[in-house]
Structure formats: C-alpha cells, structure tokens
C-alpha cells in the first residue's frame, strides 16, 4: 500500500496535507493525552541541555512538543520550532499564545527537515517526533545530525511496530521506519544514550518510543 508523502529536498507534499489536517491532528493528540505524557516523561528525563541552548523542533506540527518542551525547561533557551505546514505553524503560534511561560524563547519557521536553515555544528540539541517517518530517514538523521555540536543530543520520539502505529500511517499517511533501521542510522552520527518506551497506560506508549543520543 502506498500511503507514504516522501519528502525530497526540493519536494514535500506533507505540507500541504497537514495543510488540510493541521485541525483535526491537533484536537485528536490533545484527546489522546500526549502532552501529559511528554511532561511525565520530562519529568523523569530531564532534556540535556543548559541555559540560553540552541533548540530544534523539527518537524513541529502544532506545537505540541514545543510548548511541552518549553514547560519542562526552567530557564531560558532559544527554540526553533520547524514544519513545512504553515496551517501547522499557524496553529502552533496560536497555541503558544495562549500558554503560559517564556513566549520570546520560541521562534518559529517554515521549512523541510531535509534542507535545515542551520549551520553544521550550530545546535544543542534537536528533538523530532512524527517527521522522519515522512522522509528517507539516512537523509533525515544525517542532515540533523549536521546541525548538532558534538557532544549535542538528538531527541527522536519514532513509531514503534503496533496496531496503533499502523492506524496512525494509515491515517496520516506516512512510512514508519522498521527499530533496526532507526538504530542502526541514528549509531551513523551519534551514541545512544538510552532508548525509552512510554507505558502502555498512556496512549504515546501504544505506538512511541524515545532514543536519546548524543552526537559523537
Ligand atoms: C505527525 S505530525 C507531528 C507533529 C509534531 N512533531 C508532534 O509531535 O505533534 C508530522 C509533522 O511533520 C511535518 N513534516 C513532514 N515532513 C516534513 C519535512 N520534510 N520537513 C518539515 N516538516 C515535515 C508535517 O507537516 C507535520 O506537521
């Protein structure tokens, strides 16, 4: 079945599809308790990072990890929350705007994860969640880990195999990548620092893991 909207460097109809569904993901991940879980596993996993950190969400959506990101740190960061949907970005400032916290460590920008507007070495850390399945993921990780200082960590929240992973590709319309493939690319560029699966109470667990890892 071909339900996948690969994304190339100069090509990416994801956009435009989160375009059309920018509401309707929203309200469906705020139901289902992700930003809950984001802050319980925050909690428990403080971000590797230190005052005034360069951040890359990449691949934002509507803010959600970004604003659960912004609860989580106690002192100022610069955040930069990425995604080729403008709906996406639209929605994500909306709901920054009505949230609590540090509004002016955020900032946002369109763009495709495959061409970062970055600098090599220039962040502290990068964290993605739902964007890779959406690309060719060596060129995805790589071109994150390009942007990242050594020693800086990649955060990547993947699909895991389950039914609710394959209900989530069926209805957004992207690719998960098989565990073997996400290690073996992620080991390419970086050391993993640990690997995290979200209890199965929580919904995030029915389809998420966490990899941790820093760049070497
Ligand atoms: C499943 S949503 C995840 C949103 C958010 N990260 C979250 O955790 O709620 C996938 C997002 O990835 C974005 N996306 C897909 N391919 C992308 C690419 N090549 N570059 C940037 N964003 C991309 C889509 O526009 C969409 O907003």
Redesign the pocket.
């Known amino acids: 079945m071909e339900y996948a909207l690969t994304?190339t460097k100069n090509e990416?109809r994801?956009?435009s599809y989160?375009d059309r569904i920018a509401r309707f993901?929203d309200l469906t991940?705020k139901i289902n308790g992700?930003g809950r879980s984001l802050d319980k596993y925050f909690e428990n996993h403080p971000l590797p990072v230190s005052r005034g950190a360069k951040i890359l969400?990449?691949?934002?959506?509507?803010g959600?990890?970004t604003l659960a990101m912004l609860r989580a740190i106690r002192f100022p960061v610069a955040i930069t929350a990425?995604?080729?949907?403008s709906t996406?970005l639209e929605a994500a400032r909306k709901s920054l705007y009505y949230s609590p916290g540090r509004k002016r460590d955020v900032t946002f920008a369109q763009?495709?994860?495959?061409s970062l507007p970055f600098a090599d070495d220039s962040l502290d850390l990068v964290i993605?969640?739902?964007?890779l399945e959406?690309?060719p993921l060596a060129d995805g990780i790589s071109e994150i880990a390009r942007v990242i200082a050594p020693g800086g960590h990649l955060l990547h929240?993947p699909i895991h195999p389950s039914v609710a992973g394959t209900f989530l590709e069926i209805v957004?319309r992207?690719k998960s990548h098989p565990p073997k493939e996400v290690k073996d690319k992620t080991e390419r560029h970086f050391r993993i620092v640990h690997q995290y699966r979200f209890p199965p109470p929580q919904v995030l667990g029915w389809s998420k893991t966490a990899i941790l890892a820093q760049k070497v």
């Open positions: 994304a990416a994801a956009g989160y993901y991940f992700y969400d990449a691949g934002c959506g509507t959600l990890l990425l995604d080729l949907s996406s763009g495709n994860l495959l993605t969640s739902g964007a959406y690309v929240l957004f992207f």
